[in-house]
């Protein structure tokens, strides 16, 4: 059987926790209400009523503290958590099933009157307080980690993090995974690899000192090497 149609009330009970119920979510949701109101411009934008469009935008930011251009393109399914900061420019497109957080900006990287923002595809998370700038694109079922700023085009399937945002994971998922916050660390991960090399290479250059007959106050002989492991383990290993 086909799946029941989902409206945007729906959606908030799908993919916020706090609401308790369809009611909850009608009345106090103000990311519903800020793409009710999206909807609302985008339809009066589109038959050249620019000025009333920009008003209900207007008067949609005051009450929702999200401001979406009436010009942005929206696709089904797309969620807003807290709606507070969050800036969609003008030539931003989004897919279906996207989800974002407060705070985040799809901006542009230009003064030209072309396409000059995003384009985010279907079942994308961004988290809070990430910026995306420019005419890129990102990929079907990307993850973008909160506070990140991304100015390069991500491929699908890709987790992304940091500033400059960098590839840190590609997957075959295509859920909505909302956990924005349980990311890698690359900067953790480079530690963790540099401590590891560099115990092996300690390591190495003392067998090669006892070949040669060279003593050292700090050799690690192979007898006690089990023993040593856990001197050898980096401490960042444990943060991660």
């Known amino acids: 059987m086909p799946e029941p149609v989902k ?78 900061g969050v800036v969609i420019g003008e030539t931003s497109e989004i897919g279906n099933n996207v989800s974002v957080y407060q705070g985040v900006t799809l901006g542009g990287v230009s003064t030209e009157k072309k396409k000059r ?38 491929p699908p399937n890709s987790t992304v993090v940091g500033i400059p945002a960098k590839i840190v994971k590609r997957t075959g998922t295509t859920t909505i995974d909302l956990h924005h916050d349980e990311l890698p660390d690359p900067v953790v991960n480079a530690f963790v690899d540099m401590c590891h090399s560099l115990s092996e290479m300690e390591y190495r250059l003392e067998m090669v000192e006892e070949k040669l007959g060279v003593k050292s106050p700090k050799r690690i002989s192979p007898e006690k090497l089990a023993d040593t492991t856990e001197e050898l383990e980096c401490p960042a290993k444990e943060k991660h």
């Not at 909850?24 to 038959?47: D, V």
């Not at 910026?131 to 390069?152: E, F, H, M, Q, Y």
Request: glycine share 10%.
């Open 7 to 84: 409206d945007e009330v729906d959606i908030v009970m799908e993919r916020d926790p706090a609401v308790k119920s369809r009611a909850e979510a009608t009345l106090f949701s103000p990311g519903l209400h800020a793409i009710r109101f999206h909807k609302l411009s985008h339809r009066l934008y589109r038959k050249g009523r620019h000025k009333t469009a920009r008003a209900v935008n207007y008067l949609a930011r005051i009450l929702t503290g999200a401001d979406i251009h009436p010009g942005a393109t929206i696709g089904e399914h797309f969620f807003i958590d807290h709606a507070t």
């Open 117 to 154: 923002h995003p384009t985010i595809s279907d079942n994308v998370v961004i988290g809070a307080g990430a910026t995306i700038l420019g005419p890129i694109t990102i990929g079907d079922n990307v993850r973008v980690g909160a506070g990140s700023v991304v100015v390069k085009s991500v």
